[in-house]
């Protein structure tokens, strides 16, 4: 008896096993209804901020801590991209105790993925994991040549294999001085081809051993999402939020949403609450394999107008993202 129940107790754990993995995926399968759990935010989000004040603004806006913070190297030369103290001497964990997810171009603007193949730049990312370390920031997230895949980045794919070859020798390099540095490989959604090439999206990347999280920036643009239709349409492209938490499911890595955010500038949704009901829906059902998300809260004229605090230029929106992401949630653990 007791092996039997041994045997039938097992055989209905490997089956809640499955259904809930099915479920979590099914939320991105055009269902409105995601599987039941936590109310509030059961994962680590963050937002963007030039330093520990901006973010923790943030915090006092949604009642909650802030998990990470978005940051980017300045990218004028390679001192201003592995050596200077900005951003990591801002935020050391005494003066921001949550996680750091830095972007960071593979070489500045004189530079080219040709000569970082060769293996010339290496010494600069052994200096970049030395900088890390040194302000206690050596697990930080690195979105290593994020959004490659858009041709406004001067970093963008040119060459396939000698990009691919390119990020790997920078990995290994980055990783020999900051083994705990966690590498994320970060794709703009709504842009199946990359430029130039016209190749498909995910001819880029470069192969589990250097590759620690799969993320996207996917803002409500280009296409927008206002109904299940067109949200469905959109997650499932091949640049999509659900084609990248597949992936990442299938290649045993998390995924991670670095930038989101609705858009009120040319080819966005606009104050677009339906969208911040998705995202928060999808957050919510893949939550066991999600790194973090973090939302781009911008007012620039030239940007994506997202903002939602500070000024609150989507009001509709930010009511929508407070009853859901606001402070009845129980933290970022």
């Known amino acids: 008896m007791r092996v039997r129940r041994r045997s039938r107790l097992v055989s209905l754990s490997l089956l809640l096993v499955s259904v809930l993995l099915t479920a979590g995926l099914a939320a991105c399968s055009g269902s409105s209804k995601p599987a039941p759990g936590p109310v509030g935010v059961h994962w680590v989000s963050g937002a963007n901020g030039n330093y520990p004040a901006d973010v923790n603004a943030w915090g006092a806006f949604t009642g909650r801590q802030v998990g990470l913070a978005i940051v980017f190297t300045e990218r004028k030369d390679w ?4 050596s200077a103290d900005w951003p990591t001497a801002a935020f050391t964990r005494d003066k921001f105790p949550g996680e750091l997810s830095i972007a960071q171009p593979p070489f500045p603007r004189d530079g080219n993925e040709g000569t970082c193949a060769s293996g010339a730049y290496d010494n600069y990312w ?3 994991g030395a900088t890390l370390t040194k302000f206690g920031r050596a697990d930080a997230y690195i979105r290593l040549g994020w959004e490659f895949n858009g041709d406004y980045m001067y970093w963008h794919v040119r060459n396939v294999e000698t990009w691919k070859a390119c990020f790997r020798r920078t990995v290994t390099a980055l990783r020999s001085t900051a ?3 966690k590498i994320d490989w970060n794709m703009n959604a709504h842009t199946d081809k990359l430029p130039g090439s016209g190749r498909d999206v995910w001819d880029a990347y470069p192969g589990d051993q250097y590759v620690d999280v799969v993320s996207i920036d996917s803002y409500d643009f280009f296409p927008t999402s206002v109904s299940e ?3 469905n349409r959109q997650c499932h492209q091949r640049s999509g939020l659900c084609t990248v938490i597949k992936f990442a499911h299938d290649h045993g890595k998390k995924f991670a949403v670095p930038e989101w955010g609705v858009v009120r500038s040319e080819g ?11 995202m928060y829906e999808t957050f919510a059902a893949n939550a066991a394999n ?4 973090a939302y781009y809260n911008n007012s ?11 000024p609150d230029l989507n009001p509709t929106s930010s009511k929508r993202y407070l009853k859901l992401f606001g402070p009845a949630s129980p933290g970022t653990g």
């Open 79 to 82: 001192y201003n991209m592995v």
């Open 126 to 128: 052994r200096t970049f």
């Open 179 to 181: 083994p705990a540095v």
């Open 229 to 231: 239709k067109s949200w």
């Open 268 to 278: 966005g949704g606009g104050d677009n609450p339906f969208y911040v009901q998705k």
């Open 290 to 293: 999600l790194a973090y998300e």
């Open 300 to 310: 620039e004229a030239k940007n994506v107008r997202s903002s939602l605090y500070q």
